[in-house]
């Protein structure tokens, strides 16, 4: 087993609910580490940096201003398989068709405010750990 890192995001629908322990409880049970963790609120500049890939997309704009309606908790994960284990913890994009147990299915109320983000591959993994976190603000888990 691969150990990763992921970077996830509690977005502003579920800090303005106060679900972070909730979620960090999750991660944590399942194994992942948290091991860089803040709040920050983005402005328009960062949200649209940050989605740049989705710029085309209709709902970009909807997306942009949901992302800054709010403080956020953004973290990097560790753990075996993280970035895959992060995406079966969340649950699918659309929490009307995410598993039973998963955090979109508990705590998102639709496709467009839905509780958190997390990376999709290795190498997004990189990228966008490296938008929020410089590596000093990385903190090796090895107690
Ligand atoms: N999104 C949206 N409307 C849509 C599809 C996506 O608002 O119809 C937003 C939603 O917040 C989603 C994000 O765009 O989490 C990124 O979309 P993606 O397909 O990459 O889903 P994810 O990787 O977050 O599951």
Same mark, same amino acid.
């Given at each position: 087993?691969? =150990?990763?890192? &992921?970077?996830?995001?509690?977005?502003? !629908? $579920? /800090?303005?609910?106060?679900?972070?322990?909730?979620?960090?409880?999750? *991660?944590?049970?399942?194994?992942?580490?948290?091991?860089?963790?803040? +709040? /920050?609120?983005? &402005?328009?500049?960062?949200?649209?940096?940050?989605?740049?890939?989705?710029?085309? @997309?209709? #709902? #970009?704009?909807?997306? /942009?201003? #949901? +992302? &800054?309606?709010?403080? =956020?908790?953004?973290?990097?994960?560790?753990?075996?398989? %993280? /970035?895959?284990?992060? @995406?079966?913890?969340?649950?699918?994009?659309?929490?009307?068709? $995410? $598993?039973?147990? &998963?955090?979109?299915? !508990?705590?998102?109320?639709?496709? !467009?405010?839905?509780?958190?983000?997390?990376? !999709? %591959?290795?190498?997004? $993994?990189?990228?966008?750990? %490296?938008? *929020?976190?410089?590596?000093?603000?990385?903190?090796?888990?090895?107690?």
């Amino acid at each position: 087993m691969a =150990i990763e890192r &992921t970077f996830s995001i509690i977005k502003p !629908d $579920a /800090v303005a609910k106060n679900h972070i322990g909730a979620i960090y409880n999750r *991660f944590e049970s399942a194994g992942l580490k948290i091991i860089a963790s803040k +709040m /920050v609120h983005l &402005t328009k500049e960062q949200a649209e940096g940050f989605y740049a890939e989705h710029s085309e @997309r209709p #709902f #970009f704009g909807a997306l /942009v201003s #949901f +992302m &800054t309606s709010g403080p =956020i908790m953004v973290q990097c994960l560790e753990g075996e398989n %993280a /970035v895959l284990a992060n @995406r079966e913890i969340m649950g699918a994009t659309n929490p009307a068709e $995410a $598993a039973r147990g &998963t955090l979109r299915a !508990d705590y998102a109320a639709s496709i !467009d405010e839905n509780a958190v983000h997390g990376s !999709d %591959a290795v190498a997004s $993994a990189e990228r966008e750990i %490296a938008y *929020f976190f410089s590596a000093e603000e990385l903190c090796a888990r090895t107690r």
